[in-house]
């Protein structure tokens, strides 16, 4: 064998064992191994040289080289395990820590009450055949009003109610907006719910912000009434708030549905006997509903004639409220985790 190799063994075992004696890490050692073994590593470098040799020198060459390479194994691996004890030596030996304690529980998060009310509203109205509808935050005047029948003068047009951006679009002051979106592109039947944020310039009070959430619904087919929308409501109420719970409609006024109502919850707060929370009349306003005004439905191109439906939209945070008997609707935003961690 040539005297040449094996020298040049010895100078990369005394460099590896130089190298890996001042490794701090196991990155130091992972690049102590990258010089040595890597693709341009010098033991690398050197075991190419196997072939240049004449036929005499290479098998004890070769068994030099195979020596020399499970010595360099052999100390890369003492090496971390030299590492890893020294990490964990602590733990064992004692130092102030109680090995027989059990292990500290990491604290898992919860949803939001806002975004579990939704969930839930989504489930329940899945299981009558409702699919999810989204659409974008920021709207045309036209998505918002103009398809939905609201005259020019209407009050919610003006920008106390609405918030404006300079180019003509806004914020959706509801999620009607989806609904029309979705009757643009499909063609009847329709029968979907559509959760999101809405957004109104109301000054934060116990039961107003300027941020809030709604889910609304729309049901087109033929032969609709509001017999319909009075039991898909109250299939809802029930699921949502218990079997006691009862429903009722009372006469409204809305420009996309024609005739509207607004409709109530009986209170669960005394079974609708009178109490505070209901102050005393029994009932819990929700919001409002109504048949689809045939304008609205000529807006999308649907026959009125052979066409007709409902829509319905409600306050998410109202629903909370109700739910686990929250009296101030900023409790929600402000973030205040003994607050949040009750749900």
């Known amino acids: ?33 990258v010089k040595i073994n890597g693709r341009k590593g010098s033991f690398t470098v050197l075991s190419k040289e196997l072939g240049k040799l004449t036929k005499e ?40 820590v109680d090995v027989t304690l059990p292990g500290r529980k990491w604290p898992v998060g919860k949803k939001h009450p806002i975004t579990q009310t939704i969930d839930d509203c989504i489930d329940i109205f899945r299981r009558i055949g409702f699919i999810v509808a989204e659409g974008p935050n920021i709207e045309t005047i036209y998505h918002c009003f103009d398809a939905l029948n609201t005259p020019e003068d209407h009050p919610s047009r ?61 049901y087109i087919d033929k032969d609709v009434s509001l017999a319909d929308l009075k039991s898909v409501l109250l299939y809802f109420a029930k699921e949502l708030l218990g079997d006691d719970v ?29 109490c505070r929370i209901c102050k005393y009349s029994g009932w819990l306003e929700i919001s409002g509903a109504g048949m689809v005004d045939p304008n609205v439905l000529k807006n999308v191109s649907y026959n009125s004639e052979v066409w007709s439906g ?22 929600f935003y402000d973030n205040d985790v003994r607050f949040l961690r009750q749900f």
């Open 310 to 331: 409902f829509a319905w939209g409600m306050g998410v945070e109202r629903i909370a409220m109700i739910r686990y008997g929250i009296n101030d609707i900023r409790y």
């Open 158 to 218: 003006e920008p106390s109610d609405t918030f404006y951006f300079a180019d003509g679009r806004l914020l959706r002051t509801h999620t009607s907006t989806v609904q029309i979106r979705v009757m643009e592109t499909q063609k009847p039947p329709v029968r979907i719910i559509a959760p999101g944020p809405a957004f109104r310039p109301d000054t934060p009070d116990a039961s107003h912000s300027a941020n809030f959430h709604q889910v609304e619904g729309l």
């Open 246 to 274: 009862q429903i009722r409609f009372r006469p409204h006024y809305f420009p996309f549905t024609e005739p509207s109502i607004e409709y109530d919850f009986s209170c669960t707060g005394c079974n609708g006997k009178g």
């Open 1 to 33: 064998m040539s005297t040449s190799i094996q020298k040049q063994l010895d100078l990369i075992l005394a460099d590896t064992e130089k190298m890996l004696s001042s490794a701090k890490t196991l990155a130091d050692i992972e690049g102590v191994r």
């Open 57 to 96: 020198e290479r098998p004890e060459a070769g068994k030099a080289l195979n020596i020399a390479k499970n010595k360099i194994s052999s100390l890369l691996a003492e090496a971390k395990e030299k590492i890893n004890a020294e990490s964990v030596a602590p733990i064992r030996v004692g130092e102030g």
